[in-house]
């Protein structure tokens, strides 16, 4: 209950679990790493939560990347751990990679209300 307090006074939203507007905050989330600084060659910004598990995405920005690997990567990442626990490469945020990385946030979002993560 504190973390969430926290979470609400520094701004920080919980994701509702609704396709629709998981998608939105994706989407959003997409457009913020345009004015978001790089560092480390990586842009990072926060999608939002669920529980204590923060959902970002990422964008690598790195020329020595090798070939193949997605420039953008959604992920659940654990405070408390310190780890990512899983995440999603994409390309161009197409519909089939829209609805990989939705149901991703959705499974983990149900595991997280179950206490399963």
Do not use: N
Not at 20 to 43: H, N, S
Not at 52 to 69: I, M, Q, W
């Amino acid at each position: 209950m504190m973390l969430a307090r926290a979470q609400q006074k520094l701004g920080f939203r919980t994701l509702e679990l609704c396709p629709d507007l998981i998608e939105q905050r994706i989407i959003c989330a997409y457009i913020g790493l345009l004015f978001t600084p790089q560092v480390g060659g990586c842009r990072v910004t926060t999608v939002g939560w669920l529980g204590a598990r923060e959902v970002r995405l990422t964008e690598t920005t790195r020329h020595d990347a090798p070939a193949g690997t997605p420039p953008f990567w959604l992920e659940i990442y654990c405070h408390a751990s310190g780890r990512i626990l899983d995440s999603c490469g994409c390309f161009e945020f197409d519909d089939d990679e829209l609805e990989s990385i939705v149901t991703l946030v959705m499974d983990v979002g149900r595991d997280s209300r179950e206490g399963l993560h």
